[in-house]
């Protein structure tokens, strides 16, 4: 079974910083694109950062960007997010979400998490 | 990296169809055929419905189609159930490994 399964997350005061993981199962997790995307209480889904299969490339929404850092480590089938700098805006449930696999372009993200919540508040 | 446009709220009648727009711009939803369609049921994960404008994954029911038109993308669900009765939210690559999500559309069966 295909498997996502994010940890990590809690409350943190602002200016905090906080690390999610996000483990994997059912699946090459090397071949395939990730994503995390957040949504605050009451609101909509927002697109957060995507990180390349192998890792080489990372993108942020200009929200989180300098503040967030995206990587994964393929040998361990985990995404992480590192979140600096933390606001109260951010306070969010955060998932993470598989892109396509490797050669293919779908635009679309297939599997998700239960997802995280961050809470950052003092 | 605007948000796309939804309506905030869709209603219908069981077995009536309902359909969402999602208005984008030319550098995302009128650029690319990479628009994806998501339910959303409270309290639970998001759940693919519709990508690339049209293509329904497996086990997504044939009542749910994608078609788009110039920026605009849309959702149609026939023969609404209740268990149709979510929150939609549309998707668009932006290009540059960018994506952007809808403001959301509250769906509800009468």
């Known amino acids: 079974e295909v498997q996502l399964v994010e940890s990590g997350g809690g409350l943190v005061q602002p200016g905090g910083s906080l690390r999610l993981s996000c483990a994997v199962s059912?699946?090459?997790?090397?071949?395939?694109?990730m994503n995390w995307v957040r949504q605050r209480p009451g609101e909509g889904l927002v697109w957060v950062s995507r990180?390349?299969?192998?890792?080489?490339?990372?993108t942020y929404a200009d929200s989180v960007k300098g503040r967030f850092t995206t990587s994964r480590d393929n040998a361990k089938d985990t995404l992480y997010l590192q979140m600096n700098g933390l606001r109260a805006d951010d306070t969010a449930i955060y998932y993470c979400?598989?892109?396509?696999?490797?050669?293919?372009?779908?635009?679309?993200?297939?599997?998700w998490g239960q997802g995280a919540m961050v809470t950052v508040s003092s | 990296q605007s948000a796309l446009t939804q309506p905030p709220s869709a209603s219908g009648s069981p077995g009536q169809s309902v359909t969402i727009s999602c208005t984008g711009t030319s550098s995302d939803v009128g650029r690319y055929n990479y628009v994806s369609w998501y339910q959303q049921h409270p309290g639970k994960a998001p759940k693919l419905m519709i990508s690339e404008v049209i293509k329904r994954p497996s086990g997504v029911p044939d009542r749910f189609s994608g078609s788009k038109s110039g920026n605009t993308a849309s959702l149609t669900v026939s023969g609404l159930q209740a268990e149709d009765e979510a929150d939609y939210y549309c998707?668009?690559?932006?290009?540059?490994?960018?994506?952007?999500f809808g403001t959301g559309t509250t769906v509800t069966v009468l």
């Open positions: 979400a598989r892109g396509p696999m490797v050669g293919t372009s779908t635009g679309a993200f297939d599997v």
């Open positions: 990180i390349e299969s192998d890792g080489a490339i990372t």
């Open positions: 998707s668009s690559y932006a290009g540059s490994n960018f994506y952007v």
């Open positions: 059912g699946f090459t997790f090397s071949r395939y694109s």
